[in-house]
C-alpha cells in the first residue's frame, strides 16, 4: 500500500503543476486582453456603461495579479465621474473577492469632488 501513495502523491503534484501553469499563462493573456480593453475605453471616452461594467466583470476574476489589479484600478477611477455609486459596488466586490491586507481606493487621497470613497 505505501508503494502506491507516493506515485500517487507525484501524479497529484504534477496535476496541480500543470493546473498552476495553465492558470498563469491565462492570466498573462487576460491582463494583455484588458489592457487593450481598458486603454480602448479610455483613448475613446467611453460613457458606455455596459461597456465598461463588462470589462470590470471579467477583470474582477483576475484582480489577483497586480497588473490587472492596477488596470481595475484605472478604469474604476475612469468611471468614478460617470457613476461613482456603480464604482463603490465594484471597489466592495474586489474586497469581498481578494482583499486581504491590501487597500483599494479609487482615488489615491481616497476623495473624489469632496466625497470619501473606498475604505
Known amino acids: 500500500m505505501k508503494g502506491k501513495t507516493k506515485p500517487q502523491m507525484d501524479d497529484l503534484v504534477q496535476r496541480i503543476d500543470e493546473l498552476a501553469r495553465g492558470t498563469q499563462m491565462l492570466t498573462r493573456v487576460a491582463a494583455r486582453q484588458y489592457s487593450v480593453e481598458v486603454e480602448a475605453v479610455l ?3 467611453s460613457r458606455d456603461p455596459r461597456r465598461i461594467e463588462r470589462c470590470l466583470d ?3 476574476d483576475f484582480c489577483f495579479h497586480d497588473g490587472v489589479l492596477a488596470l481595475y ?13 456603480e464604482v463603490v459596488s465594484y471597489v466592495h466586490a474586489y474586497r469581498e ?17 469632496g466625497k470619501k470613497i473606498g475604505k
Not at 484600478?73 to 455609486?85: M, N, T, V
Not at 482583499?99 to 473624489?112: A, N, V, Y
Request: with cysteine; aromatic share 14%; proline share 6%.
Open 73 to 85: 484600478k484605472k478604469l474604476c477611477r475612469y468611471y468614478f465621474d460617470i457613476d461613482p455609486e
Open 97 to 113: 473577492m481578494w482583499d486581504e491586507s491590501r487597500t483599494f481606493q479609487p482615488e489615491k487621497e481616497g476623495k473624489r469632488n
Open 58 to 60: 471579467g477583470m474582477l
Open 43 to 45: 483613448k475613446a471616452r
